[in-house]
């Protein structure tokens, strides 16, 4: 297996777009191979700063991000761009949206960006997003930027794989601060108030403010809070200096470190679940699973002892 798999991480740590797509597509549909692909290149990542968006439909991630993109393409960085897809790539103006700002982009190999429409796929959108961070940081993308729609369980193991979490808010669009989960809140690093060209951004911000001074994070970071008109570029420079500022913040004290473990305790209690759930789903020959559902169903045998059985404690 190595003696495939070292040629391909050369050309693909060489920047060669082509080995990237296919060590993406690779990790994507968990093909063979997909493992030991992952396991040799995770020594190689680390380097880049993961940077997670997330917010409503619409709120304008795209549209920032590309242009987040173009701000760090200024500074010489290559970026990787992870657009999670909440729904299907082939409905809806964001998606559009994506693809023409993609040939945009066409021309410059220093962006690579990846629409994945996964969701209820092998090992789940989150864990399918974190081997695609993997590789990309592996091929040595300076920045990786997630876009991922602000809603549910998935979203908030996403921005878990991320350094720096930007959370995007817009005026007037009934997703006020109040009806945003807490889990959300809880995850900016940064907020972002996009679309301020519209009335009721000064009132969303105070509402950021009033939230922020009833929960101090612990670690004594208080999330700035960034104006944007993602359509014409405004504020753009300010969300980049943000960044660089909690990117600065991180780097001091350990905290990178420390936030680092933090996420990998969640991620490998995630990982073990689904490792269990498949060796336990392997034991469980084709239809053996309704047999033993109609067995407990009547009450012929307890589910207790047979979880027990089934998970080799019996
Ligand atoms: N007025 C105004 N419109 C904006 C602004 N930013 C983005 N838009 C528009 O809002 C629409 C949605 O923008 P996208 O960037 O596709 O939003 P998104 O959050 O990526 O959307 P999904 O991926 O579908 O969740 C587009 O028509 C943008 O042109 C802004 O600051 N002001
Ligand atoms: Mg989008």
């Known amino acids: 297996m190595d003696r ?11 920047g060669d777009a082509r080995a990237l797509a296919r060590a993406i597509s690779t990790v994507e549909n968990r093909a063979a191979g997909s493992a030991d692909l992952l396991k040799t290149l995770f020594p190689h990542t680390g380097k880049a700063r993961v940077i997670g968006l997330t917010g409503a439909p619409g709120a304008g991630k795209s549209t920032l991000v590309d242009h987040l993109a173009r701000l760090y393409r200024r500074q010489n960085r290559t970026v990787g761009i992870v657009a999670v897809d909440p729904t299907s790539p082939y409905t809806g103006g964001a998606i559009l949206g994506d693809r023409i700002r993609m040939q945009d982009h066409f021309a410059d190999p220093g962006i690579y960006i990846r629409s994945m429409a996964t969701r209820g796929s092998l090992g789940g959108l989150a864990r399918t997003t974190a081997d ?3 590789v990309l940081d592996a091929s040595g993308r300076d920045v990786i930027l997630i876009e991922t729609v602000g809603v549910g369980q998935d979203e908030v193991d996403i921005v878990r794989l991320a350094d720096i979490t930007v959370v995007i808010l817009v005026p007037g669009m009934g997703d006020d601060v109040q009806t945003i989960k807490a ?4 995850i900016a690093d940064i907020f972002v108030i996009n679309k301020s060209d519209r009335e009721g951004a000064e009132r969303v ?4 403010r009033a939230l922020q001074s009833l929960a101090v994070r ?3 970071w208080t999330p700035p809070i960034v104006k944007t008109v993602a359509s014409e570029g405004k504020g753009v420079e300010e969300l980049g200096a943000a960044v660089a500022e909690y990117q600065n913040y991180l780097q001091k004290e350990n905290r990178a470190l420390k936030k680092s473990v933090e996420n990998w305790q969640e991620r490998l209690v995630e990982m073990l679940r689904d490792a269990m759930l498949e060796k336990a789903r392997a034991a469980l020959v084709d239809g053996s699973l309704a047999r033993l559902a109609a067995e407990v169903a009547e009450h012929k045998r307890d589910p207790y002892s047979l979880i027990e059985e089934i998970v080799g404690k019996g």
């Open 218 to 220: 612990n670690d004594g």
């Open 4 to 14: 495939e798999i070292q040629p391909w991480i050369e050309l693909l740590r060489s």
């Open 183 to 186: 889990g959300i809140m809880e």
């Open 132 to 134: 695609v961070t993997t």
């Open 205 to 208: 911000e105070r509402e950021i």
